[in-house]
Each structure stands twice: as structure tokens, then as C-alpha cells.
């Protein structure tokens, strides 16, 4: 099954900084559903910066892969998408954000001019 995740190895929980998910983009969808039921129950969710960070990062792909959005939705996702950005820089002072990171800004002028994305 080609959207079936790979199991997580143990060095993502011990905290081995170089570990990287080898997921492609089906997987990382998967992944990124199930994430609160992996995580969560170990966490106090409403109070985890991090935790919350990828919630937010959760609804962002959610809104930009909905197959109808109206102006105001598109207006809401710009505003997560600089949110998300920000919290990167405070969460990861350390990392440089990628141009794939920045592409996320367009997304909503993309979505303007050519239609939804799915």
C-alpha cells in the first residue's frame, strides 16, 4: 500500500536531531492525521507550543487541499500562514526557513487565480 506510512524508528523519540521522516507526500497526509491520536495521549496538548504547531500545520494543508474556499477563507489562511511562519522562527531559532516554506505565502494568491488546488 503506497500511502501506508513506515513505521517511526526509535531515534525520533530519544531526541536524535539528524532523524528526518522519509515519507512521500500520500504518506506525510496519512502521517498528519494520525498524528494527535499518536502523540497526543503522551502530551498535555493544550499547553505543547509544539504540539499546537503542527495542529496548525494540519489545518493550513487541510484549507489549502479543500476543494472550495470562499475570499474570506483565503484571507484566514494567509493570516495562519504568517502565524505559522512566526511561530516557526520562535519554535526553531536555530533553522533558516526553506523555500519551501515561503512558497506557503503564495499558496493563497495561487488559489485566487487558478481554483482550488485538489
Known amino acids: ?3 501506508k506510512s513506515i513505521p ?6 530519544n531526541g536524535d536531531q539528524k532523524y528526518k521522516l522519509k515519507y512521500n507526500a500520500v504518506q506525510t497526509k496519512v502521517f498528519l492525521k494520525l498524528f494527535p491520536f499518536i502523540v497526543g495521549p503522551l502530551l498535555n496538548t493544550n499547553e505543547d ?3 499546537i504547531f503542527v495542529l496548525d500545520l494540519m489545518e493550513i494543508v487541510s484549507i489549502v487541499f479543500c476543494p472550495v474556499i470562499t475570499s474570506l477563507g483565503l484571507i484566514y ?5 504568517a502565524t505559522h511562519l512566526a511561530r516557526f522562527k520562535e519554535l526553531f531559532p ?3 526557513l526553506l523555500p519551501k516554506h ?3 505565502i503564495h499558496i493563497p494568491q495561487f488559489i485566487r487565480e487558478l481554483g482550488p488546488m485538489v
Open 1 to 3: 500500500m503506497a500511502d
Open 8 to 13: 517511526l524508528r526509535d531515534s525520533v523519540f
Open 49 to 51: 507550543p509544539y504540539y
Open 77 to 81: 489562511l494567509e493570516e495562519k500562514v
Open 94 to 96: 536555530e533553522h533558516n
Open 102 to 104: 515561503h512558497y506557503l
